[in-house]
């Protein structure tokens, strides 16, 4: 068979390539979609339907609704694709709020409904759009597809409307992508590039939500965007309440994956409720036991509450798509505002100037008699008259900008007679003035052409950027790892004695339970034999060795955990000596196998602990005896060992042979305190030093976080914690702490109130729900605030010093407090206080409780295995 190129048909006697057919058909239809459907113009941001159907709105506009039918109708004089994309071009343009005025039902944009039909809803332009899209004067034009009507190549909008708007389009092997930006952002921006000072723009959705915009580098190819559902946990209801949605996602399409992720057990909730009308809200109750932050990470990390997309801003730039950058677009948009602004000033410009010089004529006409020079004469034509009147004005042409025709002449001549007789001379003098002061400002305009387009930026801000405010929270997102927010809704099972585990394995005789896993987890396994390995977890699966089926510990792995510590005393070999270790497993190759001993044929583990917190327990070993060994036993503190890595050989123990170890003392963490930071942009808290410094934290110590709404609570340092973002204050909980609350009753009066906070992590409230108002908080042993009061009846009042100690005591956080002055206040401000404060008391140190001896006792704290 022939290649393609070779293949050849006859048509009309000539041969024509098939090959060549294709391709220039191809790039006839590539082009056609590329450039007439799917890709925006860079001038003024819109594909050719949208253009199309804005023409025919203004075409027909009177200022009253139009049934979509209608529009529609009339676009198709324009449009030769069909009705159906117009609609659709149509309800998406009204859905964006900007240039359209919408009646009737137009869809929803949050849950997805679809508009009525064209014949139920109606639109009309809006002021917006009348005041900045439309000037025939300024609009390039071409004749439409069937060569009967004039339509716009491109509307002169003098607005950067492709970024206000966004847009999506799928042509021939590009794709234009362009998410939209906040109206009043892009105003101020504009204003900067004309004043050449540096700007940022990112996006804001009409959804709400928040975004990443750390890798989103301007729009340009290879650019990300991670926008993420808001929600917050209402303890009342026990849920989780999503109140924005990400950009493109819709109610129902979010709660099916939150369903989808439930049915796979990446989480784990009771029922999803959707309660959603003129704004989200879509409720995730959670079952009882469950941690509501891990569920807030879950959701981000499994469903599409996170969604991540890629930009990719293609435009049409002479006639040819180009990919750029958003802030390409933007200068674009504002020079070429400018530009239009040029025009319209000379034309305008121009337009005077050509009424000044009518109305000078008029007046010179009128005033001079020239026009009595029209009274026929038996000896003159009509022609000669025309020509007496046209000397006539030259002692006057001094006073002219440009040179007086004949034609002015003959349209002075056409004026009806009725309107000579009642010609006003001092009327016409005055509108001259006017005219003239006009054309000095609009040439001021011209002269000082960038300051002019200021203003008008800024009066397009003005007059319309009410209401328009960022709906859309710019934060940093933390990475969520999936397993480490995966519920664990499953039992991990395992026999010891046959090296199988699984959630699926059957409980039967020497099944038991090691710990909590999710389906996504990786495990750790250690084996009799010395050996390690970490894996997948299975349905059901042998986690043991040909050589060695018993194990010792299984349980879940987390990588990077630094804080868990191994304790081990393994025998080197059949019959070698008794070594020691304590070793950490941050980082493993799944799967493979791992010497935890010498290596030497017959090793075996004697005894093993896994410590979640670096604990050091002591052992008392115990020597086969002989006679002679003295010493038949002794005790071994594990703390005296430095932690290190797992392929370490450890220490020699002894050099005889063990019978037996016990455990003695239960150990306590070696570990030094926890260094813990709270990122404020994240409103996380991290061990990488990034944001405001906690302090130091070991085992039992708490944080304090308050509320803007007048809540505090008590949680631990886990660093998979979520904070409210109302929150103004996070710190190391102090148990001795007082917290000073300065705020505004229901009746208008500041009050002074003094509590300890209580250890609780549910939201307790220090205020009555009853109106009353947080202004401030200090945190000092002795505080001092000073009263500004407001001059009364223009008398000063000597400012007020408060010992805040003396005016009130520690109280319940219940407590209504002290009211401090029924007077105005300027101003409260906290003063340094004149005492330091007493010294924190270190908390005392008390014993561990015993660990049952068994093997389930890990999953709550330290495990400990005597062999």
Not at 275 to 294: F, K, M, W
Not at 578 to 606: H, P
Request: proline share 4%.
């Amino acid at each position: 068979m022939e290649e393609l190129e070779h293949e050849e048909i006859q048509e009309q006697g000539s041969t024509l390539s098939l090959n060549s057919m294709f391709k220039d058909y191809w790039i006839d239809y590539a082009s056609d979609v590329i450039l007439d459907r799917s890709v925006p113009d860079i001038d003024d941001g819109l594909k050719p339907v949208q253009r199309r159907i804005l023409h025919a709105m203004k075409e027909t506009d009177d200022g009253r609704f139009t049934k979509v039918a209608n529009i529609v109708g009339n676009t198709m004089q324009y449009h030769p694709h069909g009705d159906q994309s117009i609609k659709e071009a149509l309800v998406n343009l009204g859905q964006k709020e900007l240039l359209i005025d919408c009646q009737g039902n137009w869809g929803n944009i949050l849950t997805g409904d679809d508009a009525a039909a064209g014949r139920y809803i109606e639109a009309r332009l809006s002021k917006f759009a009348k005041e900045v899209v439309f000037n025939p004067k300024t609009t390039p034009w071409k004749p439409s597809y069937d060569g009967r009507k004039q339509e716009p190549v491109t509307l002169p909008i003098k607005f950067p409307l492709l970024l206000a708007q966004g847009t999506k389009g799928i042509a021939v092997t590009l794709t234009s992508v362009i998410y939209p930006y906040n109206f009043c952002e892009l105003l101020e921006a504009s204003v900067k590039i004309l004043q050449n000072v540096p700007f940022e723009i990112y996006p804001d959705f009409p959804t709400g939500g928040l975004i990443d915009v750390s890798k989103y580098n301007d729009a340009a190819l290879g650019g990300r965007l991670r926008i993420r559902a808001k929600m917050h946990y209402d303890e009342k209801r026990k849920a989780i309440i999503i109140t924005e949605l990400p950009y493109t996602v819709t109610t129902d399409v979010l709660i099916s994956s939150i369903l989808t992720a439930n049915e796979k057990g990446k989480i784990k909730i009771k029922k999803v409720d959707d309660n959603t009308a003129a704004e989200v809200e879509i409720v995730v109750y959670l079952p009882t036991g469950v941690s509501p932050d891990q569920i807030i990470d879950a959701l981000y990390a499994f469903t599409n509450c996170q969604i991540s997309v890629s930009p990719q801003t293609c435009v049409i730039i002479d006639d040819k798509p180009v990919f750029t950058t958003a802030s390409d677009i933007l200068r674009h948009n504002t020079m070429r505002t400018r530009e239009l602004l040029r025009q319209e000033l000379e034309i305008q410009l121009g337009e005077l100037e050509d009424r000044w010089h009518w109305v000078s004529l008029e007046k010179i006409f009128f005033e001079k008699g020239i026009y009595k020079k029209m009274e026929r004469k038996d000896s003159q034509s009509w022609e000669e008259q025309v020509d007496d009147m046209h000397k006539a004005f030259g002692p006057y042409q001094k006073r002219f900008k440009r040179k007086i025709t004949r034609d002015d002449v003959l349209k002075l001549t056409e004026k009806p007679v009725k309107k000579i007789s009642k010609f006003d001379i001092k009327k016409a003098a005055e509108e001259i003035e006017a005219i003239e002061m006009t054309i000095d400002e609009v040439k001021n305009h011209l002269e000082h052409l960038t300051d002019y387009a200021i203003r008008y930026f800024q009066d397009i801000l003005k007059k319309y950027g009410k209401g328009r405010e960022r709906k859309t929270e710019i934060r940093n997102f933390d990475d969520i790892e999936a397993t480490q927010v995966a519920i664990a809704n499953e039992k991990l099972y395992v026999n010891y004695q046959t090296g199988f585990a699984g959630w699926g394995l059957k409980r039967e005789e020497g099944v038991e339970v090691a710990c909590e896993c999710s389906r996504m987890d990786d495990i750790i396994v250690f084996r009799r034999d010395g050996t390690m390995m970490v894996t997948k977890v299975q349905e059901k699966g042998f986690v043991g060795s040909q050589d060695c089926k018993e194990l010792l510990y299984i349980s879940v792995f987390r990588k990077r955990d630094e804080r868990t510590v191994y304790n081990m005393i393994y025998r080197d070999g059949a019959a070698g000596y008794a070594m020691v270790k304590r070793f950490s497993v941050t980082s493993v190759t799944r799967d493979r196998e791992y010497l935890l001993t010498k290596g030497t044929r017959g090793s075996k583990i004697l005894y093993f602990t896994a410590n979640p917190n670096g604990e050091a327990e002591v052992v008392t070993v115990h020597h086969v005896s002989s006679p002679k060994i003295k010493k038949v036993s002794f005790e071994f503190d594990f703390k005296t060992l430095a932690i290190k890595g797992r392929d370490a050989m450890g220490n020699i123990l002894t050099r005889n042979a063990v019978r037996s170890i016990n455990l003695k003392d239960e150990g306590v963490s070696t570990l030094s305190a926890r260094k813990i930071w709270f990122d404020k942009s994240v409103k996380r808290l991290n061990v990488n030093e990034a944001g405001q410094y906690l302090g130091e934290f070991r085992g039992s110590d708490k944080i304090l976080s308050i509320t803007q709404s007048a809540t505090y609570r008590t949680t631990s340092f886990d660093l998979a914690n979520h904070y409210d973002d109302d929150l103004i204050e996070l710190r190391k909980f102090n148990p001795e702490g007082i917290v000073t609350v300065l705020y505004r009753s229901a009746e208008g009066y500041p009050y002074l109130k003094r509590f300890t906070p209580e250890v609780n992590d549910r939201k307790l409230s220090f205020l009555d729900d009853d109106g009353s108002t947080l202004m401030n908080l200090c945190f000092d042993y002795y505080p001092r605030l000073e009263v500004v009061y407001t001059p009364d009846s223009g008398k000063k009042i000597p400012s007020e010093i408060i010992e805040v100690e003396d005016f009130i005591g520690v109280k319940s956080s219940k407590a209504k407090g002290k009211r401090i002055t029924t007077f105005n206040v300027e101003s409260f401000n906290w003063l340094a206080p004149l005492k330091p404060d007493p010294e924190p008391q270190e908390p005392e140190e008390t014993e561990l409780p015993d660990t049952p001896d068994d093997r389930q006792g890990f999953a709550e704290g330290t495990q400990t295995q005597l062999f």
